[in-house]
């Protein structure tokens, strides 16, 4: 696997090749979620690129970028292992050499459900995946189904400004006890790592919104949102310190 810290020193090795190219962004800490988009990029391509950078502008809250899990050398061993070809972990200073003065922005699914609460998150989320789209130039690039409002946002993104790159969804992967596998999860205390599964239980169940709120509330879940769009309910939930998301079709 070949790492490249350099935007420029990379463009000039993806030119070098006429392959078809999967990329998965990644914001490291990497587990089984992961996994299975690299997985289904390597079946679909001849070449698989990862990429990991924790980006600021996505975080509304300092705390949470300063907590995120970083497990780079474990990473780095992973993705060997799984036969990535090549790694790109950009450098604040050249992917932002803009300061962040230019931003991508949506004005109405990035405004609900999770845009609602973190605000300018989708815009950090928007303007860092069409840098790193453009850094890429995959064929398809992968996004998991857990982060969903996230996948069609970067779908419709990509739609809109005519991308070559085709955005392809993959499922959700759980842990054995039905909670949505997170690098976040690594911050649960013991005690919460316990309860947190009964979210994707009690979001799954045939209660009607308010009744899964207040069943979570009883549990000691702080509710961010709970709503249903179309064919989904949608779910942010905080447990301590650790916010954790999930969807689930009706
Ligand atoms: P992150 O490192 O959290 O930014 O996630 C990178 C990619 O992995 C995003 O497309 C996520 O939606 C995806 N992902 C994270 N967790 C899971 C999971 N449990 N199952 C499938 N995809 C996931």
């Known amino acids: 696997m070949k790492i490249f810290k350099s935007i420029k020193t990379w463009q000039v090795e993806r030119n070098k090749t006429s392959k078809t190219i999967g990329f998965v962004p990644t914001m490291g800490a990497l587990h089984e979620g992961h996994l299975s988009l690299i997985k289904k990029s390597k079946k679909e391509n001849k070449i698989?690129?990862?990429?990991?950078?924790?980006?600021?502008?996505?975080?509304?809250?300092?705390?949470?970028?300063?907590?995120?899990?970083?497990?780079?050398?474990?990473?780095?061993?992973?993705?060997?292992?799984?036969?990535?070809?090549?790694?790109?972990?950009?450098?604040?200073?050249?992917?932002?050499?803009?300061?962040?003065?230019?931003?991508?922005?949506?004005?109405?699914?990035?405004?609900?459900?999770?845009?609602?609460?973190?605000?300018?998150?989708?815009?950090?989320?928007?303007?860092?995946?069409?840098?790193?789209?453009?850094?890429a130039q995959a064929d398809k690039a992968y996004f998991g189904e857990k982060d969903y409002q996230q996948y069609v946002l970067i779908k419709k993104m990509a739609e809109t400004f005519f991308m070559k790159t085709k955005i392809i969804g993959c499922k959700t992967i759980k842990e054995k006890d039905g909670l949505a596998k997170s690098s976040r999860n690594l911050l649960l205390t013991e005690k919460e790592r316990k309860l947190a599964p009964n979210f994707y239980k009690i979001l799954k169940t045939k209660k009607s919104v308010p009744e899964k709120k207040k069943s979570l509330i009883k549990l000691g879940f702080k509710i961010d949102y709970i709503e249903k769009h179309d064919d989904r309910i949608f779910g942010a939930v905080k447990l301590g310190k650790v916010r954790l998301i999930d969807n689930v079709k009706i």
């Open 48 to 135: 698989t690129i990862v990429s990991i950078f924790v980006n600021p502008t996505q975080f509304n809250d300092k705390k949470d970028l300063n907590n995120y899990p970083n497990t780079l050398e474990k990473d780095i061993k992973e993705l060997k292992k799984m036969g990535t070809d090549y790694l790109i972990m950009p450098k604040y200073s050249e992917i932002y050499a803009d300061n962040y003065t230019y931003k991508v922005s949506e004005d109405k699914l990035s405004k609900i459900l999770c845009g609602s609460s973190r605000k300018g998150h989708f815009d950090g989320v928007l303007t860092i995946v069409m840098k790193l789209l453009n850094i």
